[in-house]
């Protein structure tokens, strides 16, 4: 009988609607108690000394970005295989994004690809941990200290990516994270960013709300404060972290079975001849389950076929972000630039791999994977 997996299913309990409910009708639906509570919660998970919460990844990247000085003239270092929104938070500055080429297998940028990028205008790097895979931090680490270049890390894919036992986000000035839907905990929109540095969370925390000197608890009278910079208004609302907290609060679990599931998949597709994917580790958050379809197969056929059995599968990224319009017009960038980005692009495929799905069901995909690729 033909089964319907879902690719990915927000995991929101009971407990946590009726939290959200109380803030809302609390009446103090902004600047609230949720937002520290999930500041530090999001403290004691990543073991950053400081955290804020921002309306989404994006806003984070970009307040991270403004925070980092980057602007007109500068160069900043970007994967080709990513969402598009690690380029724009470069972009909004004035400054460049450049992009590197990234590793077949993981879709992590690749160190000697940086190296080719670097000239006497780049100002940073922003790496993201694809699907949760640790980015070589040492590498770029090395190239960011030889270089004096400011780092940066996308961990929208990174909540639980460890890299030598350190949590993703801990390495440069700042880690931002995503609480879209489809992510490992979510506040519908929303974000966190974490950073080790005073100076830099000071100033997100400003500039996400407007660039006001103030909070409004640290006013002694309502409505007087000063205004310090050009801010924004990137916040998130106190509903929003009440559901995140309680999304943290039981994400060790979810991990686990995030991670069961991936170490499961590498079993069962071990050994298979038409397909590829990075070996099972710990220290994989498996945001996302990706695997390459290697050719001759095409990878669209057998997408197809799997979405037609109601198995839900997607794609992350099928287009490089210097080939999307916006930066192909822009920047004047052809396939051949960027080889391994874009046949990535063309062989992966993201398989369920949700904290709920069940090892039955792993084994379900896998089988009717199997068997597409035999018959072709
Ligand atoms: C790698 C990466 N960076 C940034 C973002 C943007 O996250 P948000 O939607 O929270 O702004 C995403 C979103 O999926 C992403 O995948």
């Known amino acids: 009988m033909k089964k319907s997996i879902?690719?990915?299913?927000?995991?929101?309990?009971?407990?946590?609607?009726?939290?959200?409910?109380?803030?809302?009708?609390?009446?103090?639906?902004?600047?609230?108690?949720?937002?520290?509570?999930?500041?530090?919660l999001f403290c004691e998970f990543t073991g950053a000394k400081y955290a804020t919460t921002v309306s989404?990844?994006?806003?984070?990247?970009?307040?991270?970005?403004?925070?980092?000085?980057?602007g007109p003239g500068d160069e900043v270092i970007v994967p080709a295989q990513t969402h598009t929104a690690t380029a724009?938070?470069?972009?909004?500055?004035?400054?460049?994004?450049?992009?590197?080429?990234?590793?077949?297998?993981?879709?992590?940028i690749l160190i000697e690809e940086i190296e080719k990028k670097l000239t006497s205008a780049t100002k940073g790097i922003i790496p993201v941990h694809m699907a949760g895979y640790p980015v070589d931090m040492?590498?770029?680490?090395?190239?960011?200290?030889?270089?004096?270049?400011?780092?940066?890390?996308?961990?929208?894919?990174?909540?639980?990516?460890?890299?030598?036992?350190?949590?993703?986000?801990?390495?440069?000035?700042?880690?931002?994270?995503?609480?879209?839907?489809?992510?490992?905990?979510?506040t519908g929109e929303g974000g966190v960013v974490i950073s080790n540095n005073e100076l830099v969370?000071?100033?997100?925390?400003?500039?996400?709300?407007?660039?006001?000197?103030?909070?409004p608890e640290m006013r002694k009278r309502p409505g007087v404060y000063d205004v310090h910079g050009l801010g924004y208004?990137?916040?998130?609302?106190?509903?929003?972290?009440?559901?995140?907290?309680?999304?943290?609060?039981?994400?060790?679990?979810?991990?686990?079975?995030?991670?069961?599931?991936?170490?499961?998949?590498?079993?069962?597709l071990s050994n298979n001849k038409y397909v590829e994917f990075p070996r099972y580790t710990d220290d994989n958050s498996y945001f996302l389950f990706q695997i390459l379809i290697k050719p001759p197969i095409v990878r669209d056929s057998i997408l197809d076929k799997l979405i037609e059995s109601g198995i839900g599968v997607s794609i992350h990224y099928a287009t490089p972000v210097p080939l999307m319009s916006y930066y192909r017009k822009k920047y004047g960038?052809?396939?051949?630039?960027?080889?391994?980005?874009?046949?990535?692009?063309?062989?992966?495929?993201?398989l369920p791999v949700h904290s709920n799905i069940s090892d039955n069901d792993i084994r379900y995909v896998v089988q009717t994977l199997k068997a597409f690729l035999d018959e072709e």
């Open 56 to 70: 989404n990844c994006t806003a984070g990247l970009h307040l991270s970005c403004l925070a980092a000085g980057f």
């Open 138 to 186: 040492d590498g770029i680490l090395r190239i960011c200290e030889k270089n004096n270049l400011t780092l940066i890390e996308d961990c929208a894919h990174a909540l639980g990516t460890q890299y030598k036992s350190r949590h993703a986000g801990n390495f440069g000035i700042s880690g931002s994270f995503s609480f879209y839907p489809t992510k490992q905990i979510t």
């Open 201 to 215: 969370i000071d100033f997100i925390n400003k500039h996400k709300a407007f660039g006001i000197n103030t909070t």
């Open 333 to 350: 960038y052809v396939q051949s630039d960027f080889p391994n980005a874009v046949s990535y692009g063309n062989q992966v495929i993201s």
């Open 233 to 268: 208004n990137f916040r998130m609302t106190d509903f929003q972290a009440a559901l995140g907290v309680g999304q943290l609060d039981r994400y060790n679990n979810n991990l686990a079975n995030r991670q069961a599931n991936g170490k499961l998949y590498c079993e069962l």
């Open 88 to 108: 724009h938070a470069v972009e909004y500055t004035g400054a460049k994004a450049v992009f590197a080429d990234v590793c077949t297998l993981t879709g992590n």
């Open 6 to 40: 879902p690719f990915s299913a927000p995991d929101i309990t009971q407990a946590e609607i009726e939290a959200v409910n109380e803030v809302i009708q609390s009446g103090w639906l902004a600047h609230g108690k949720f937002s520290k509570r999930l500041e530090e």
